[in-house]
């Protein structure tokens, strides 16, 4: 039997969304520093995506939004999206705990359309993302109708 992009997703999403909560609490993650005012990005993202304030940043497969919300305290104007909807609910309330602003809609990467089409100056994705899809070239499509003319797109692997 041949399994479909419908089943593809489906047990990709039930993974991630029994991951989630023991990926909040390792020490990996390192939320509580997070909380503390610690950011999850590493030095060469920070480097190469530079000054985010008031720039519209959309994080794709943002996981529970640190990185998201790493951003926002940055000063960027965050979406961040994800296709399961336990980490959507946990990066909804990581936001809510640490008093940042950010958007976060659940979605299959693949199905997302930025609304309006290209309104982000910044489309950023980042560790262990990519190889969980099935259409890189829907992804590429997903990437290129999400970026506002003259925006940018960041891929940190």
């Keep these: 039997m041949q399994r479909t992009d419908d089943d593809h ?3 990709n999403r039930a993974g991630w969304d029994a991951r989630v909560d023991a990926h909040m609490a390792s020490r990996f993650y390192d939320v509580p520093g997070f909380l503390a005012g610690a950011t999850s990005l ?3 993202e920070l480097a190469e995506v530079g000054d985010v304030a008031g720039k519209r940043l959309l994080h794709l497969q943002c ?6 919300l ?3 305290r940055r000063g960027a104007h965050c979406t961040g999206v994800d296709l ?3 980490a959507i609910d ?3 309330g990581l936001a ?3 008093g940042l602003t950010a958007e976060f809609v659940c979605s299959n990467v693949l199905d997302y359309r930025a609304e309006p089409p290209g309104s ?3 489309v950023f994705t980042s560790y262990g993302a990519v190889c969980w899809l099935p259409d890189l070239t829907r992804w590429a499509r997903v990437v290129a109708d999400s970026r506002a003319p003259g925006g940018r797109f960041h891929r940190v692997e």
């Design 70 to 72: 790493s951003w926002a």
């Design 63 to 68: 996981h529970f939004g640190l990185d998201t």
């Design 9 to 11: 997703f489906a047990m």
């Design 96 to 98: 809510a705990q640490a």
């Design 120 to 122: 982000f100056d910044i």
């Design 90 to 92: 946990r990066a909804r």
């Design 84 to 86: 399961s909807p336990v």
């Design 42 to 44: 590493r030095e060469i």
